[in-house]
Nanobody, 131 residues
Framework: QVQLVESGGGSVQAGGSLRLSCAASAYTYSRNCMGWFRQAPGKEREGVAAAISGGIGPHTSYADSVKGRFTISIDNAKNTLYLQMNSLKPEDTAMYYC??????????????????????WGQGTRVTVSS
């Protein structure tokens, strides 16, 4: 059974940084499309970044709101997905989820992907950014 486990969330002040990790068991990231999504209270879940390693990759895409501040990466040797978040803003406050889906997802930009495109999800890690 595929398990994705996020870690690295926490509370930071605006301008700070966090690195989220997503470790997988019974699943390999190679040639699969990996995504980070977030959901703020009262809002819909939105795609933040997507990446693929191998196959059609490397290919990454970002939501406009995080481009230039967040970096998604995959370490295939450790089977771990990362999201480096810099210059954090209060509006980045949300529950962050990693997700895994078929490689062809990453032929599209994250802005064109939804939760339904990803079959496997982690439990989420909370990020709180204070002003």
């Amino acid at each position: 059974q595929v398990q994705l486990v996020e870690s690295g969330g926490g509370s930071v002040q605006a301008g700070g940084s966090l690195r989220l990790s997503c470790a997988a068991s019974a699943y390999t990231y190679s040639r699969n499309c990996m995504g980070w999504f977030r959901q703020a209270p009262g809002k819909e879940r939105e795609g933040v970044a997507a990446a693929i390693s191998g196959g059609i990759g490397p290919h990454t895409s970002y939501a406009d709101s995080v481009k230039g501040r967040f970096t998604i990466s995959i370490d295939n040797a450790k089977n771990t997905l990362y999201l480096q978040m810099n210059s954090l803003k209060p509006e980045d406050t949300a529950m962050y989820y990693c997700a895994a889906g078929p490689g062809w997802n990453c032929r599209r930009d994250i802005r064109g992907l939804t939760s339904a495109d990803f079959a496997h999800w982690g439990q989420g890690t909370r990020v709180t950014v204070s002003s």
